[in-house]
Nanobody, 125 residues
Framework: QVQLVESGGGSVQAGGSLRLSCAAS?????MAWFRQTPGKEREGVAA???????RYADSVKGRFIISREDAKNILSLEMTSLKPDDSAMYYC??????????????????????WGQGTQVTVSS
């Protein structure tokens, strides 16, 4: 059974940085980070495939970096220049599209099969 466990969330002031990690129980080809606030749809933040191709939401381009360490089955999200609008529950996702080369953005939520429980990020102004 695939398990995804997120960590690294917390509270930070605007302009600060956080690094999220997701530990997977098995190697997974395609992974992503999503986020959700109460009353809103879960939105894609960043995605990465096996080749290292990445895609980002426009709202985080230039501030967030997604990366993977396949030897340890770990997915990371480095978040810098954080804004209050970045406050959300962040979820690790896996089992999505194998290749992102033909995609212009992060794949949709329903394209990912496996999900973690989430880690909260709160950015204060």
């Amino acid at each position: 059974q695939v398990q995804l466990v997120e960590s690294g969330g917390g509270s930070v002031q605007a302009g600060g940085s956080l690094r999220l990690s997701c530990a997977a129980s098995v190697y997974l080809i395609s992974m992503a980070w999503f986020r959700q606030t109460p009353g809103k749809e879960r939105e894609g933040v960043a995605a990465i495939d096996r080749s290292g191709t990445t895609r980002y939401a426009d709202s985080v381009k230039g501030r967030f970096i997604i990366s993977r360490e396949d030897a340890k089955n770990i997915l990371s999200l480095e978040m810098t220049s954080l804004k209050p609008d970045d406050s959300a529950m962040y979820y690790c996702a896996a089992g999505g599209p194998w290749r992102l080369g033909s995609r212009s953005s992060v794949p949709a939520r329903n394209e990912y099969e496996y999900w973690g429980q989430g880690t909260q990020v709160t950015v204060s102004s």
